[in-house]
Every structure is written in C-alpha cells, then in structure tokens.
C-alpha cells in the first residue's frame, strides 16, 4: 500500500493549519483595519450633513437625517437639537471636548465618538456620531442581550478598557490611541462570512481524505491485513484530532458556538463540546472497525492458539477495557455536567438548547463506543476461556485489579464503574448473551438493550455525584425548615439561590 498520498494530504492539512494560527496574534491589527472603514464609511455623511448645517437658514429633523445604521447626533451651543433614534441618546458631559476621535463609556455600553466642530453666526455646532464597540441591556435573558459590534468584532471573547494595562494590548487610529483590548483564548480573528465557503471547501477536503482512508482500510482487510488497518486508522485519527487541536481548527478561522470554551471546557483534548464530540466520533470509527473485523484478525488466531496461563493473561487485558471503556464513559458524563453551562438532569433544568441536545448525543455515542468495545472483549474472554471457568474468573479478578490500579493512578471514581460492569460480565457470561448477535434472534434484542443499563446507571450516577456536590440546587425552590408541613409555609424562610 502506497502511503504517500496520505502524508501528502495531511502535510497540506498540517501547513494550512499552521498559516491560520500564524494570524492570532493580529487581532488588535484587524479590529484596527475594521474601524478605521468604519470611520471612513460615515466621513462622507459627516462632510454632507456639515454642508447641510452651513447652507441652510432653517434644518429640519427630514433635512438632517441620513440613511445610516450608526446613531448621530447634533448639538447647538451644547443643547442637543437633533437625534437620528430614539433609542438611546448620550448626555452632554459624555461627549464633552474638542477632540475628534475619543472612546467613551457610558450606562448603554462603551463607543467610538467621531466628532465634527462647526460654527455658524453666534451658534456652534457639534455632529457626534457614535460606533458602538459594545452595548449593555439593563435586562439580560434569551430576548434582550448584551451585545457587540460584529462590524468590528467576530465574536465576544474580548475585553476592553480605556487606559493601558497589563495584559491589554493598545489600539490606534492613525497614530492616536483610543482604548486598549484583552482577547479570550476562544476569540476567532476570522471573517466568519468570507471564510464560510472556505470552511465548507475543507469540510470537503476532509471528507475526500476519509474516503480515501477508508478505501485503503478495504484493501488491508481484503488482505487479512487487520491489525496494520487498525494501526493505520489509529494513526490517521492521532494525525488530524492532534493537528486540529494545536491550531485550534476551527475555532480560530471561524466561529462556532458548538467549540466555544465558555459552553464547556474540560482538558486540552477536550477544550469544547464540539472537540468532545470528534473524540468520541474518532473513538467510533475505532470501535466500528474493531467489531467487524478484529475477531477475524491473525492476532486473534494467535491468541487463541497460545497456552492455557497466555489466554488467561490475554483475557485479564480484555476484561480490563471492558471496565475502562465503561469508565471512560463515566467521566463524559461527569465532564458534561461538571464543566458545562447546563445541567443533564432533565428533573432539575428542563431546558433543551442545541448545546443541551448534543450533550444528550453524547450520552448515547459513549454507550455505543462503550457496546462495540466490550462485546468484542466479553466475545474474546469466552473463546479464551473456553470449558475453563476458572481461568475466566482468574482473568476476571485479574482485568479489576489493573482497572483499580489505573483508577487510583488517575484518581477516578471507580466503585460504581467496577460493580456494574463485573454484574454486567457475569450476567452476559451466565446467560451466554454475546452469542445471540450473530444472527437475529428474540435475544438479540435483549442482549442489545441490556448494554444500554450499564450506561444509563452511570449517567444516572453521574448526575448523582453533581447535585451532591450542588446541595443547594438539589433543594432548589423548597423551603429549608418546613419540609415537613404544608401548614406552615408562609413562615419558611425560602431560600435565593444563584442564577446559573
């Protein structure tokens, strides 16, 4: 099998990645370059409406408004005179100076004023015209939000202030400083509306690319090659999710909700929801490739035909994904409800936004990545130990005391992962369950549906360990000394909780 075309492709992936991440550090320079066409967009507008104050004896509100979508505003001898909305106009001492060019904060939000100064008889005319950098609502809920100039800015993971600090980099206009900015780590320097064909353009590269690997899969299996095919998928999926994740693809080219840190963020292989879910796709793929071709595999030949004391070594490791697999399960499930903005327990938040949604997807892609993987393991433990039940309970004992092992190294919770799956094995091997999906059968539906308990205890108790650590949103709207009396409830003390 030729790899060429493999290595070519991702090295062009691996540069293209490595040109996006080169513009991050210009943020500062392209909301720069973003205002100043701003303010060369209403310099004519400003030119006009001076025109119209200098040549007409009498201005009307009709004479003075201009089609724009930035408010204006002109002030005679201090006193405001004309105002282009109604929505909100600044106070005089806000504005007040001889300047030009100036950045304010006021109660609505924080602005660039450009300011024209003309004088005419006795009177003294000021056009201020106000570009909003952001805008604050006194009241924020799922209508009315805080805001941000999407003209100037591609997403709101920024701060601003109006002297310099540390960690804030300065902005200029012209050689004038205005205000200074800090960008989140989520802040994506893209163009979203002209880098979205381009996005779709590499979605398009991506899915050729899996194409590709997936004919080169077909043809290592179609020549018993299982084992270098897995190796070869696993070594692809490393490729990409490690290139993805270093330059931050897509996040820094175009933003998207679904890899924005502040829904969920966990470790540096999971910084967002959307990274959690190419993992546990990637780990889908794996789990997909395993369960149709890897009991056919010459590995597995040669499992089968090593000693007695072999096989049970090889079935203590099986066993011992089958408890990882399950636990890795547990700790999506934990992470979802530890480091994220919403709640899995439908009891507590019945609430469902997309990100909510797809955490649900979630839920049901790790109970099927944790079926493919121990079917395969329960399927292997029980050609290894074959008429010997005392090697397959030695394995058994042996796969916990690894999975034990690993969970006190990486201090994860392991009591309720450890009992349910050993009931689990002992209930699949006792009934003989993994045999009935070779062909379709009452119990084939059975065995199918009962790997979805496992899954769904975990989840449960998932949601369990969060709201023992949260007790006062267990409690959440119950009064907290008259549980015991409806008769009494207007003399509980109600408690006031967080607004999450």
């Known amino acids: 099998m030729d790899f060429n075309p493999v290595f070519y492709q991702c090295g062009r992936i691996q540069l293209f990645f490595y040109r996006i991440a080169e513009h991050s550090g210009k943020n500062v320079a392209q909301v720069a370059e973003k205002l100043g066409r701003e303010l060369d967009y209403i310099e004519p507008l400003i030119n006009a409406l001076r025109d119209t104050i200098a040549q007409a004896k009498t201005h009307t509100f009709e004479m003075l408004l201009q089609p724009d979508h930035y408010p204006y505003y002109i002030f005679s001898n201090k006193r405001m005179v004309f105002w282009s909305n109604n929505l909100y106009a600044p ?7 001889t300047y030009t060019l100036r950045y304010i904060e006021t109660e609505k939000g924080k602005y660039v004023v450009r300011k024209a100064h003309l004088e005419k008889g006795n009177r003294k005319y000021e056009i201020v015209f106000l570009i909003p950098l952001t805008e604050t609502s006194n009241v924020v809920n799922q209508y009315l939000k805080n805001t941000f100039n999407e003209q100037v800015f591609t997403d709101a993971n920024f701060e601003i202030k109006g002297e310099k600090a540390e960690d804030f980099q300065a902005l200029q206009i012209e050689g004038n400083y205005l205000f200074s900015l800090k960008f989140g780590t989520a802040y994506s320097n893209s163009d979203r509306y002209n880098n979205l064909v381009a996005l779709v353009l590499i979605g398009l590269a991506f899915l050729f690319l899996g194409l590709f690997i997936k004919k080169q899969l077909n043809e290592l299996v179609r020549k018993k090659d299982i084992l270098y095919g897995f190796l070869f998928l696993l070594g692809c999926i490393l490729l990409l999710r490690g290139a993805m994740l270093w330059a931050r693809f897509p996040l820094d080219f175009v933003y998207l909700g679904l890899f924005d840190p502040k829904h969920y963020g966990s470790t540096l292989v999971n910084p967002s929801l959307g990274d959690l879910l190419l993992n546990l796709l990637c780990l889908l793929f794996l789990g997909i490739y395993i369960f149709r071709h890897f009991l056919r595999s010459a590995l597995v030949r040669r499992m089968l035909g090593n000693s007695t004391t072999q096989k049970t070594i090889w079935a203590g490791v099986l066993l011992f994904f089958s408890f990882f697999w399950l ?40 109970v099927v990545v944790y079926f493919l993987f121990a079917h395969i393991s329960f399927r292997l433990v029980g050609k290894l130990t074959r008429h010997h039940a005392l090697a397959r309970y030695g394995a058994l004992g042996a796969g916990m005391l690894l999975f034990l092992s690993m969970a006190l190294l990486l201090r994860w919770d392991f009591e309720v992962v450890l009992g349910v799956n050993l009931l689990f094995f002992l209930a699949v091997d006792h009934f003989r369950l993994g045999r009935y999906l070779g062909k379709l059968q009452y119990l084939t539906f059975i065995y199918l549906f009962s790997f979805g308990l496992p899954g769904a205890i975990i989840g449960v108790y998932a949601n369990y360990q969060h709201w023992q650590k949260t007790p006062h949103i267990i409690n959440r709207g119950l009064p907290t000394n008259c549980w015991w009396s409806a008769i009494s409830l207007p003399n509980c003390n109600w408690p006031t909780f967080p607004v999450r």
């Open 327 to 366: 636990a890795v399960h547990h700790q999506t499930m934990k992470t979802l409800n530890e480091d994220s903005q919403w709640s899995m327990d439908i009891s507590q938040q019945l609430e469902f936004n997309y990100l909510k949604v797809i955490g649900y997807l979630l839920f049901f892609i790790s």
């Open 91 to 97: 106070k005089y001492r806000d504005i007040l100076g």
